[in-house]
């Protein structure tokens, strides 16, 4: 299991030489062409934003859902939301741009309240071809300017930037970013929110502190039967559902892709005896997780 990137560790990963300081609290961007970055993208939390142009195929997976890019697509990705991009053979053109929460904090916040950035909404768009026109002038543009030494660069690419992300904004109907929520839907939001944040289990240190139900009803003030009937109105699947499903794609992906020992992998989840945990994964799989690992292997 890839462990999380910062930009450190993704410059090194594409051998990009560094010629500038790098710290959380130092404003960062950067744009690059994709041509220069063709390879399998790991899964893995990212410490950065990004937003990608992709003018190519391939499969984009997320712990819950896979969607297969088969035309241009504009995605956004932010530090919570972990994803695996597979490209197919051919190429993959067009440009991406990473920044850090530093350079968002700069100016104004603003930009990752746009509902792209959020956990439980769309990141992936599909402009038609004008809108990709205009999208490619806009991150040749900041390409350019990137190279320029002007004392303030960030600011002119930050405008670039906003350009690009309200273009995503008006290739969909606005009610669909509509957030004059009730309260059973902010509630299921907050709830949505905390459950996506808590993975992926990156170490052997990290455990799930919010396990069940009334885990997240207490951390939400609210009592549980509140939360789950809220839970269940909107998605129609219970709190415990929503909870167990997330530990199950987790699962799945430690005993695919990493070497921890089983009870280890348990143990992260929340599973305090391996006992526990084999019981789980066979209530929801039908098989343990000895034989995924050894279907794997």
């Known amino acids: 299991m890839s462990k999380r990137e910062n930009i450190d560790s993704f410059y090194q990963r594409i051998k990009y030489p560094v010629l500038e300081r790098l710290s959380p609290d130092h404003p960062h961007i950067n744009i690059f062409e994709r041509a220069s970055c063709v390879g399998v993208v790991p899964y893995s939390r990212r410490d950065y934003y990004k937003v990608t142009l992709i003018l190519g195929k391939g499969t984009l997976e997320y712990a819950d859902k896979t969607l297969y890019i088969d035309r241009p697509a504009l995605m956004f990705s932010n530090p919570l939301i972990p994803y695996h991009w597979q490209p197919d053979v051919g190429e993959q053109l067009g440009w991406f741009c990473i920044f850090n929460d530093a350079f968002v904090k700069q100016r104004d916040e603003l930009l990752t309240d746009l509902p792209m950035f959020q956990i439980e909404t769309d990141k992936v768009f599909f402009p038609d071809a004008e809108s990709v026109k205009e999208i490619s ?161």
């Open 137 to 297: 002038l806009f991150f040749e543009k900041m390409v350019e300017e990137n190279k320029n030494n002007y004392a303030l660069k960030q600011d002119v690419l930050r405008n670039y930037l906003h350009l690009i992300i309200h273009h995503a904004l008006k290739l969909k109907p606005a009610h669909n970013y509509n957030h004059d929520m009730n309260a059973s839907a902010r509630i299921t939001s907050m709830f949505l929110e905390l459950l996506g944040r808590q993975f992926p289990i990156d170490s052997r240190q990290h455990e799930l502190k919010l396990k069940s139900a009334k885990d997240f009803a207490d951390h939400l003030s609210v009592h549980t039967n509140h939360l789950n009937r809220a839970v269940k109105e909107v998605t129609g699947k219970t709190t415990t559902e929503h909870i167990a499903s997330r530990i199950m794609l987790e699962a799945n992906e430690l005993l695919r892709h990493s070497n921890w020992a089983i009870s280890e992998i348990g143990y992260c989840l929340g599973f305090e005896y391996p006992g526990y945990f084999n019981t789980f994964y066979k209530k929801y799989s039908g098989k343990s997780p000895k034989e995924i690992r050894k279907a794997v292997v």
